[in-house]
């Protein structure tokens, strides 16, 4: 696999006005979100759940990527495709997440480091078979009184070097998401400062694990105020702070950075997008999102869980991204909120 294939598959999911649809949360995980709407979790109502966003006609038009959860990379459509083919058709690559998840750090209470290192080659290496032309690993960062340590920034940094270099040796493009939460009292300012320190310490790994920069995508949080934070950053504030952040930690070299959402609603994760975009300056790389529940949240009150709503929860989905391709490109503007619901 050569870096300049990597590369180029980097720089499709980061094309114009495209980003990335994140559908991988785990089986407790999206359990929960449909729980939440009394809707049962089994195989097929999660299958049914994740087929309604891949088969959303025009979808491709601003969605290159669609990261999915073990569970779904195997499952079939309910006509019977696989819903990797499903991907193929609409013209959407196939990604994977492959970590095992946070669990909690020995020697630093209240933090955790992600594991599923051990055995991560012979995984990837099926997975780029079945055909996931990327993967995710997602690293997660608290701020709190003294948190984070730099014991728990260095172990996760390090482990995202570790999978970033075995995905470009098995021929995926790696994700590398060093998450900062957003829970908490904090203020903006110290998520900057959190979120700078946490960079630097991801792209020095990066760096010594020989990972090719050209063929990576970087999915950060953006700089925000804790959500109990009693002065809540207004939208052109967090747009500085976050462009002010790459700017000082991101290699020119890294094709895209696609934001997480990270709990954000769906209106303020597009309008920081967008904000962030119309910065003047310099920003190097493209700037997109690759959200989960930003872009699902509307789409799954719609649906329900009820076939007969499949065509709402569609029509939700696609405004959403609609509204998040035009914020990649700095264009997206309140009054599309009113256009969608003519769709
Ligand atoms: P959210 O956008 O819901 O934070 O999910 C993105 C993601 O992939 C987290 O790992």
Request: net charge neutral.
């Amino acid at each position: 696999m050569t870096t300049t294939s990597l590369g180029d598959t980097a720089q499709a999911l980061v094309g114009k006005g495209k980003g990335i649809l994140a559908a991988d949360e785990t089986v407790p995980t999206v359990t929960k979100r449909l729980a939440a709407l009394a809707i049962d979790s089994t195989p097929e109502s999660r299958r049914d759940y994740r087929e309604m966003f891949l088969t959303t006609s025009g979808i491709a038009d601003f969605i290159s990527g669609v990261i999915l959860q073990d569970e779904t990379i195997h499952q079939r459509s309910s006509r019977g495709t696989p819903l990797i083919d499903v991907l193929a058709e609409q013209g959407i690559l196939p990604g994977i997440k492959v970590d095992n998840g946070a669990k909690l750090l020995a020697g630093a209470p209240g933090e955790r480091i992600t594991e599923g290192l051990d055995g991560l080659r012979d995984r990837l290496s099926t997975y780029r078979e079945i055909g996931a032309r990327f993967a995710k690993w997602r690293a997660v960062i608290a701020i709190g009184d003294g948190l984070p340590s730099a014991m728990c920034v260095r172990a996760n940094a390090s482990a995202l070097g570790r999978y970033a270099s075995l995905c470009q040796e098995q021929g995926l493009v790696p994700i590398v998401e060093p998450e900062v939460l957003m829970n908490g009292e904090h203020t903006i300012e110290r998520c900057e400062e959190v979120t700078g320190y946490v960079l630097h310490a991801v792209f020095d790994a990066l760096f010594d694990q020989n990972v090719s920069l050209e063929g990576m995508l970087l999915k950060p949080n953006m700089v925000i105020s804790g959500d109990e934070c009693g002065r809540q950053a207004p939208v052109d504030e967090v747009a500085l702070a976050t462009l002010r952040s790459l700017r000082r930690h991101v290699p020119v070299a890294v094709p895209g950075i696609v934001f997480l959402s990270g709990g954000q609603d769906h209106l303020r994760a597009t309008m920081h997008l967008s904000a962030i975009n119309q910065l003047d300056g310099p920003k190097p790389w493209k700037l997109s999102f690759s959200y989960g529940r930003a872009l699902q949240d509307e789409a799954l009150r719609a649906w329900h869980g009820k076939p007969r709503n499949l065509s709402a929860g569609q029509r939700a989905f696609y405004h959403r991204a609609r509204c998040d391709s035009a914020a990649a490109l700095g264009r997206y503007t309140p009054s599309m909120e009113k256009e969608g619901a003519l769709v």
